[in-house]
């Protein structure tokens, strides 16, 4: 049987209800004034790193300031650091929320104070608080395409396990979502357990793989839902002596770990998404909006489907550069990604 692999998911390049704005002479006066956008993410490791990275550079090539706080996935943090946005008087907010409720209050606070917010990666409740833009990675849509597509690819019965992230967090919700979905269409495919919960984090990941072999669960695929859970997965079959060519391995994210690993060969798919390209999609959006210029008010960033052969073409990086600007012009102003249109 084909190993166990730890299946990488690249998100591919889709815009679902794109709509543009067309600049106006008020925007255009905006233009000359010296921006300062605020930002709120959870923390600064791991994919948050890239994605600042990716939001730095857009705000550097706009002479745009920028001001970063952070809330650790916590609703209450998140409300303090909108507000102290608010205080500091910045002309537009982007908000990777803790949870779809924080996300409507903290645009409800910023319609109060008259300050564009967009949010990203949690969707937005029902309530008073609107956000002007909401980009995501349609995460749902991401584990539908990894099952299609390991379907697909790989012959045979596929007994699979998926270790997620954060339980109760948006992505790892309709991902979960997504997945049992698709597998429960699809002939020959099942899940061999319960959905575990790795919290991005490869320590974690590892008890938890170890854990199943040692447990006696049969399963010849192994979904990864971040380059760290991959790790730990990885990790923990070799520390279990489980021959990885009997595991068929895929990972969600396809970031620096998950390249080492398959330059190792040691992973066999990937659904490549970048949060560096995702933090460049979100700088300038929002500032787009603040110039005048057409920007999106619903999107989803790129994913790519990845495997062994073809990744060093088709992955998207984590790290960005200037290179991709046009790219990412192209993608706010008409909703498609076209990598072709990268500078050389």
Known sequence: MKRLTTVLLTVAVFSLMAVPVFATGQGEKKANKQLTVGYVIPYEIGWFSS???????????????????HHNYKA??????IQDLITMGVDGINDTAATAESAE???????????????????????????????????????RTVADDLRKDESGELSVINIQGFAGTPPVIEGMNGLKTEIAKLDNMKLATDIQFGDY???KSLGIIKALVEGGIKFNTAIGSSQEITEGIIQGLKEENVDLNKVIIVSVNGGPMDVENLKKGEIDYVLSQSPGLH??????????????????????????????????????????????????????????????????
């Open 51 to 69: 994605f600042v990275q990716g939001f730095e550079l857009v705000a550097k090539d706009e002479g745009v300031k920028t001001v970063r706080l």
């Open 76 to 81: 209450d943090q998140e409300t303090k650091a």
């Open 105 to 143: 209050y903290s645009s409800q606070l910023a319609n109060e104070a008259k300050i564009p917010i967009q949010v990203t990666e949690s969707g937005v409740a029902k309530g008073k608080g609107q956000p002007f833009a909401v980009i995501d990675f349609d995460w749902s849509k991401i584990y």
């Open 201 to 203: 984090a490869t320590e």
């Open 279 to 344: 933090g460049m999609i979100v700088a300038y959006n929002l500032i787009s909006k603040l110039k005048g210029r057409t920007f999106q008010t619903k999107t989803y960033s790129p994913i790519i489907w990845v495997n062994k052969k073809n990744w060093q073409k088709k992955l998207i990086p984590w790290k960005m550069d200037n290179s991709w600007l046009p790219v990412v012009h192209e993608f706010v102003k008409t909703g498609k990604y076209k990598p072709e249109l990268r500078t050389k």
